[in-house]
Nanobody
Framework: QVQLVESGGGLVQAGGSLRLSCAASGSIVRINSMGWYRQAPGKQRELVATVTSGGVTNYADSVKGRFTLSRDSAKNTVYLQMDSLKPEDTAVYYC????????????WGQGTQVTVSS
C-alpha cells in the first residue's frame, strides 16, 4: 500500500556528513509521522529522529546537535542531515512512516547502510 524509497547512505570518515532521503508513495490517507531508526549489528533498532504531521520533532540524545530532520510535505519526503558523524553512528538506517486515521499502520524502508570510519 505504501512504498518507501531511501537514499543517501554510504561510507564517510569521522567528522564528515551524509544526507539521507526517504520518499513515501502509494495509497496514503494520512501520514502521522516520518523519520529514521537505525540498527547496528547485534543491537536493537533504535529511534534516531522523527517528525509528526504537526511538525514536532524528536531526536535521540546521541544525535542531538549533530543530526537535523527536515520534511517536504508536498512530496511526502523527509531528509536527515547528519553532520559530525562518529564511528558509533555506523548502522543500517531505516525510514519509518506511520499512517492512518482510525487504524494505525507502520511502514519500513529496506534500509540504507551508513558506515563511518575512524
Amino acid at each position: 500500500q505504501v512504498q518507501l524509497v531511501e537514499s543517501g547512505g554510504g561510507l564517510v570518515q569521522a567528522g564528515g556528513s551524509l544526507r539521507l532521503s526517504c520518499a513515501a508513495s502509494g495509497s496514503i490517507v494520512r501520514i502521522n509521522s516520518m523519520g529514521w531508526y537505525r540498527q547496528a549489528p547485534g543491537k536493537q533498532r533504535e529511534l534516531v529522529a522523527t517528525v509528526t504531521s504537526g511538525g514536532v520533532t524528536n531526536y535521540a540524545d546521541s544525535v542531538k546537535g549533530r543530526f537535523t530532520l527536515s520534511r517536504d510535505s508536498a512530496k511526502n519526503t523527509v531528509y536527515l542531515q547528519m553532520d559530525s558523524l562518529k564511528p558509533e553512528d555506523t548502522a543500517v538506517y531505516y525510514c519509518n512512516v506511520r499512517t492512518g486515521i482510525v487504524l494505525s499502520y507502520t511502514y519500513w524502508g529496506q534500509g540504507t547502510q551508513v558506515t563511518v570510519s575512524s
